[in-house]
């Protein structure tokens, strides 16, 4: 099977945690797919459908950081209609330092929109700027088992112990001036950091050349 291979690098990247909205924001330890599905809707200059490609990744950073950023809040006048609050809040953000995410897609036809990408690509929010590094097409190789490095599985996967979050893959943006709307929420677990990677054996994995390396290619909307 021949796939897309990007690699993106930034200074920092932040993936929100869902439904935590107070305290400290914290970062997921790896982007959630809906975050990729709007990283290659950015390089395409469009929304991508759910079925236009698989998607597979791994992702690693060199370490974390934490910075104060001021907060603009909202509150209801005498009316009950809401109105920009004039004192400003504060909330600790934390982030990613020199992230690198691995992008895999079996789009091959996507390696124009990389090659020259409609939008500016982030990792996260706006001021995570990417860049691209390297963009090819590669063989990988269906197989039963093999050692993963960080990225997401749909839960339960035996072999691993990783954090758990709920995600939503994908959101139908389509009509303006009316809120996006949410798909289905997805119970995933984390593959976390290891010297060699995890090992793991379930469907839909591939390994990458001649190691002993898989990766996970994940179809938007699959429970696993």
Not at 7 to 36: C, D, M
Not at 68 to 92: A, H, S, W, Y
Not at 201 to 220: F, K, T
Request: charged share 25%; with cysteine; proline share 6%.
């Amino acid at each position: 099977m021949k796939v897309l291979h990007i690699t993106f690098e930034a200074f920092t990247a932040t993936f929100k945690v869902p439904f935590i909205n107070t305290g400290t924001a914290v970062s997921a330890p790896v982007p959630s797919y809906s975050n990729i599905v709007g990283l290659i809707s950015c390089c395409v200059g469009r929304y991508i459908d759910k079925d236009e490609t698989l998607i597979g990744f791994k992702y690693s950073c060199s370490g974390k950081g934490r910075d104060l950023e001021t907060t603009r809040r909202l509150e209801f006048d005498q009316k009950g209609r809401l109105k920009r609050n004039p004192e400003l809040g504060i909330v600790t953000r934390e982030f990613h330092v020199n992230p690198k995410l691995d992008l895999y897609l079996s789009n091959t036809r996507f390696e124009r929109y990389f090659k020259s990408p409609v939008g500016v690509p982030t990792l996260g929010r706006s001021q995570d700027v990417a860049w691209i590094t390297n963009i090819e097409c590669v063989e990988i190789k269906k197989v039963p088992d093999g050692k993963i490095k960080p990225t997401l599985i749909p839960f339960p996967c035996a072999q691993i112990g990783g954090r758990l979050l709920r995600y939503c893959d994908y959101y139908i943006n389509d009509t303006t001036g009316y809120l996006r709307r949410p798909d289905e929420m997805i119970l995933y677990q984390v593959v976390p950091e290891s010297d060699d990677g995890v090992h793991v054996a379930r469907d839909n994995l591939y390994r990458l050349g001649d190691s002993d390396e898989v990766i996970y290619m994940h179809a938007l909307g699959d429970k696993g």
